[in-house]
């Protein structure tokens, strides 16, 4: 078991409707420690990978992004979201629908913090449904750049997402993957990723 997958187990707590709250390290408080490993994780399993830009969506994904472009010393984007956005001279938009929040937002990127010449490494904290994803290349893409790779802290292994974006031939880096959770009995099951079996455990903190 990974460094992610035990914090997940120690402070993770599984709501009802498939969602899991990190609240306590990543989306609410911010465990820096947790970040800067993830970060480095991310780094060894780009080796050799170009990158010249880091690329994350509002707002979880920029502690992670903004510690990764510190090791690439490169620089760090963040899209934004807005109900209203349209595509402008200046902005790239696309859309996303938003699982947590149960609504389609427009995300943007003012051009001039993207270029035809960049190699992005797209980051964020979860992959559901590969839809922040997918909005995100999606502008990349409108750029003219070139997705170097995508990593993702905690990949959500029973929805759609993940298997989209490997079918779709990107490189995308999962550190810890939910095979399954069980909210009445607080289990979760990771993926093993080393080609062993599924790892289960109970998680002891509510
Ligand atoms: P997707 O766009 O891949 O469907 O969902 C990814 C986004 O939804 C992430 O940026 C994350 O903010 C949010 N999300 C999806 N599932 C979960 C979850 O179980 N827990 C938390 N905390 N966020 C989630």
Do not use: C
């Not at 970060?39 to 399993?45: N, S, V």
Request: aromatic share 8%.
């Amino acid at each position: 078991m990974n460094f992610l997958e035990e914090k997940i187990l120690i402070d993770g707590v599984i709501k009802p409707g498939n969602i899991l709250k990190v609240d306590s390290f990543l989306n609410h408080q911010i465990d820096i420690d947790i970040i800067r490993q993830i970060a480095y994780e991310f780094k060894r399993r780009f080796k050799g990978t170009e990158v010249n830009k880091v690329l994350t969506i509002e707002a979880s994904g920029i502690a992670i992004a903004t510690l990764l472009g510190d090791l690439y010393d490169v620089p760090v984007v963040f899209a934004k979201k807005s109900e209203t956005a349209n595509s402008t001279d200046d902005k790239y938009v696309a859309e996303a629908y938003s699982f947590t929040h149960k609504k389609l937002n427009n995300v943007f990127i003012s051009r001039p913090y993207l270029h035809a010449t960049d190699k992005v490494l797209i980051v964020d904290d979860f992959l559901a449904d590969g839809q922040a994803a997918h909005a995100l290349i999606d502008l990349v893409h409108q750029a003219g750049a070139e997705v170097a790779g995508i990593g993702i802290a905690i990949e959500k292994g029973q929805q759609i997402g993940g298997k989209l974006l490997r079918e779709e031939g990107y490189h995308l880096e999962s550190i810890a993957i939910v095979e399954s959770m069980d909210w009445e009995k607080q289990t979760i099951r990771f993926r093993e990723q080393d080609g062993a079996d599924l790892t289960q455990a109970r998680i002891s903190a509510e």
